[in-house]
C-alpha cells in the first residue's frame, strides 16, 4: 500500500522561506521511475497543480503563480519529494498536497500571514 506523508509546513510572515516534504513509502518501482507532484488547494477554491517532477530525468515544471519563487526536487535514496518555498506570499496559504502515481497524502498547511 502506498503511503505519502507530507511535513513541513507551518506560518511564516510573508517573505519568508520553508520546505515541504514528502515521503513516500509502498512503492512498487524504484523512486525515480515516479515523477512527483505538489498541488494546493485554499480555502473555498479547487485545488491546483504548483509544481511536478518528471520520472526519469527529474525535469521540473512550474505553475506561473510560483515561477521564480519555489524549487521542487527529490532524493531518489530517502523517496522524499520537496518543495522549497521562498519569498512566500499570503495567496500562497493552503494546504499542500503531495501527489504520486494517483496517490495523495494528508497535506501540510502553510499559513503566510504578518
Known amino acids: 500500500q502506498v503511503q505519502l506523508v507530507e511535513s513541513g509546513g507551518g506560518l511564516v510572515q510573508p517573505g519568508e522561506s520553508l520546505r515541504l516534504s514528502c515521503v513516500a513509502s509502498?512503492?512498487?518501482?524504484?523512486?525515480?521511475?515516479?515523477?512527483a507532484s505538489w498541488y494546493r488547494q485554499a480555502p473555498g477554491k479547487e485545488r491546483d497543480l504548483v509544481a511536478s517532477?518528471?520520472?526519469?530525468?527529474?525535469?521540473?515544471n512550474y505553475a506561473e503563480f510560483v515561477k521564480g519563487r519555489f524549487t521542487i526536487s527529490r532524493d531518489i535514496v530517502k523517496n522524499t519529494v520537496y518543495l522549497q518555498m521562498n519569498r512566500l506570499k499570503p495567496e500562497d496559504t493552503a494546504v499542500y498536497y503531495c501527489?504520486?502515481?494517483?496517490?495523495w497524502g494528508q497535506g501540510t498547511r502553510v499559513t503566510v500571514s504578518s
Open positions: 501527489h504520486i502515481s494517483g496517490n
Open positions: 509502498g512503492l512498487y518501482l524504484d523512486f525515480h521511475l515516479y515523477g
Open positions: 517532477i518528471s520520472s526519469y530525468s527529474g525535469d521540473a
